[in-house]
């Protein structure tokens, strides 16, 4: 037998929806927020008390939040930011690509050795490092078709865009990558960094994925954190610096192994003497499996779709 529930007893299937707790509203928060506040802070009184430094809201004095021992904040700061602006944009992962910031695009090259071949004062060392140039100026335009494909990767199920163009957001190379997202009609991520010389975000990377970095270590981990492919075209110190850190957590085993994608074996094969580091023992030859010679972009996208299609 059912019991007919006792006065006072709730039950749901017979819920009162006159009842006085339906229209009782629960704030969300009661604390100010702190946009609020700083607000409310801007139009303190002026008193040799308001006035002093001391009296500054932390996360808004700039003298204290620069001080030396509040590197750990800014470690924090520098590490959330960004990864707020890729989840906030449905970023699931991106497609890096690194790359001198010295290759201009064929047209530029060419001009760049014409006025080597003309200038008054000749000199034989400038034109072979313009005719240089101009032989890996190829690459403009490899990244730029690269970026083209990839891009057009299509949306996940949860609405997420998997393979995101992703460079460091500078000249030449970089603004191939982001070049070839953006006139495809896609979005692109550019990872900037304060340097000593002026410089800029190229054109092309999106305004809202455009971010800068004061620490080279935390702009190399966002590189890596949703990175699911990475291309290396020919590059110096930076391009290096970034490229073997990437084989070396490979290697050791930090991280899983990603499609990386070198282009060029010319180049690579003459700047750094791979078997030579197998000869000598430092490496095994498996490492060297860690990447792949490639040339085209179409030949660098089969890679990385054969790469994935052998996870299914």
Known sequence: MTET????TPDATHADSHSPDTHTHVPARVFARARQDAENAKAAVSTP????PAYRLAFQDMDFLLREDLRPVRFQLELLKPQLILDEAKIG???VMYGSARIPEPSKAQALLDLARNAVDRNEASIRIAESLVEKSKYYDVAYELAQLVSAFPVDEEGKRQFVVCSGGGPSIMEAANRGAAEAGYESVGLNIVLPHEQAPNPYVTPALSMQF???????????LHARA???????FGTFDELFELLTLIQTGKIAPIPVLLYGRKFWERVVNFEALVEEGVVSAKDLSIFTFVETAEEGWAVVKDFYRDKD
Request: proline share 7%.
């Open 5 to 8: 529930p006792k006065s006072g």
């Open 49 to 52: 008390q308001t006035e002093n």
């Open 93 to 95: 992962s991106t497609f």
């Open 214 to 224: 004061h620490y080279f270590a935390l702009r190399k981990m966002h590189f890596l």
């Open 230 to 236: 990475l291309a290396a075209f020919p590059g110096g």
